[in-house]
T-cell receptor, first 117, second 109 residues
Framework: EAGVTQFPSHSVIEKGQTVTLRCDPI?????LYWYRRVMGKEIKFLLH????????ESGMPNNRFLAERTGGTYSTLKVQPAELEDSGVYFC???????????????FGPGTRLLVL | GDSVTQMEGPVTLSEEAFLTINCTYT??????LFWYVQYPGEGLQLLLK?????DKGSNKGFEATYRKETTSFHLEKGSVQVSDSAVYFC????????FGTGTSLTVIP
């Protein structure tokens, strides 16, 4: 079974440009999550999709970030315009457990390393 | 608010040494506790978990016990190998996942 995949693996852009990250969850997983790790800090929750609906987007830093999951399959996370502080590793995860279940196991992708210059 | 605090790294050990990575948490209610590991070039993988107080999670020689009284979930391994070199993340799951900052471990032959 294929795991969670993310594209690209690395992205280097200039401040003010736009970048779109993609995540393909494990087939059949309704739950899809985005997280971000800024250098040296903790991994922080950004948002959670259940199928194509945003269940919780309380972690999105500001309106320069837009996440979509059309059709309930893959998801994209767009940053427009990018700022220096957006640099970090963006992880995607998926699960098939009931949302909010405390024993929920999330399966993570390898992450996209974003560097904004 | 909810948070996870784990031992800062980097940690460098010789092969066969004993490993402890400390982790404490702050949470409302009784969350499940997890250790994830990220090997170079790969995504986070679930290493072990515990869902209630006094539970012990174990996998690949690693162990961690859910201690409610000390709000801790320290990771231990009796004899580390070079292949254990990775970044280890402690996490708890209440209404969402909260992660620590990660501890980088390097095991030298």
């Amino acid at each position: 079974e294929a795991g969670v995949t993310q594209f690209p693996s690395h992205s280097v852009i200039e401040k003010g440009q736009t970048v779109t990250l993609r995540c393909d969850p494990i087939s059949g997983h309704d739950n899809l999550y985005w997280y971000r790790r800024v250098m040296g800090k903790e991994i922080k929750f950004l948002l959670h999709f259940v199928k194509e609906s945003k269940q919780d987007e309380s972690g999105m830093p500001n309106n320069r970030f837009l996440a979509e999951r059309t059709g309930g399959t893959y998801s994209t996370l767009k940053v427009q315009p990018a700022e220096l502080e957006d640099s970090g590793v963006y992880f995607c995860a998926s699960s098939q457990d009931r949302p909010g279940l405390r024993r929920e196991t999330q399966y993570f992708g390898p992450g996209t390393r974003l560097l904004v210059l | 608010g909810d948070s996870v605090t784990q031992m800062e790294g980097p940690v460098t050990l010789s092969e066969e040494a004993f490993l402890t990575i400390n982790c404490t948490y702050t949470a409302t209610g009784y969350p499940s506790l997890f250790w994830y590991v990220q090997y170079p070039g790969e995504g986070l993988q679930l290493l072990l978990k515990a869902t209630k107080a006094d539970d012990k999670g174990s996998n690949k020689g690693f162990e961690a016990t859910y201690r409610k009284e000390t709000t801790s979930f320290h990771l231990e391994k009796g004899s580390v190998q070079v292949s254990d070199s990775a970044v280890y993340f402690c996490a708890h799951h209440g209404n969402q996942f909260y992660f620590g900052t990660g501890t980088s471990l390097t095991v030298i032959p």
